[in-house]
C-alpha cells in the first residue's frame, strides 16, 4: 500500500476478509470483481491470488484498525451496501456522460436503477 495513497477502510476490510477467511472467496468473486473498487484493487486481486507474503497484504493483516468481516450475513450486508453506493456512482456517471447515445443513456439508466431498486430491497445481485 503506498504510504499516501487514500485508503478506503471498507476496501481495506474486504481484503481482510478475504485473506482471514479464503472460504468467503467464492461467494465475494460471484459479486464484484477487483475492478469495482476505486482505491486498493491491486492489493485485492494479490489476496484474491494468495499471495499473503506480499507486503501489501502484510501490513493489512497486521493493521488492527482494520476489521474482517467475520460471517456470511455481515458479508452480504457490506457488499449491498457497497455495490448500492458503485450503482449510484455509475448512474451519475451516466447521466452526465456526453459522449454516448440518447438509447444507450436511456439503457444504462434503466439498468442501473433496477440493480439499485434491487440492493435496496436487500438482493445481492
Known amino acids: 500500500m503506498q504510504k499516501n495513497a487514500h485508503r478506503d477502510m471498507w476496501e481495506l476490510s474486504l481484503i481482510k476478509t478475504v485473506l482471514e477467511h479464503p472460504e ?41 484498525s482494520i476489521k474482517a ?16 453506493k458503485y450503482y449510484e ?12 447515445s440518447f438509447e444507450e443513456k436511456a439503457f444504462y439508466i434503466r439498468k442501473y436503477r433496477d440493480k439499485i431498486t434491487k440492493l435496496k430491497r436487500g438482493e445481492l445481485l
Open 69 to 84: 468481516l467475520e460471517s456470511i450475513d455481515a458479508l452480504n450486508l457490506e457488499l449491498i451496501t457497497f455495490l448500492k
Open 24 to 64: 468467503f472467496i467464492d461467494h465475494i468473486l460471484d459479486v464484484i470483481d477487483p475492478s469495482l473498487l476505486q482505491f486498493h484493487a491491486r492489493e485485492f486481486s494479490l489476496a484474491l491470488a494468495g499471495k499473503t507474503d506480499a507486503p501489501e497484504l502484510m501490513e493489512i493483516l497486521v493493521d488492527e
Open 89 to 100: 456512482r455509475e448512474l451519475k456517471k451516466i447521466n452526465f456522460a456526453t459522449n454516448i
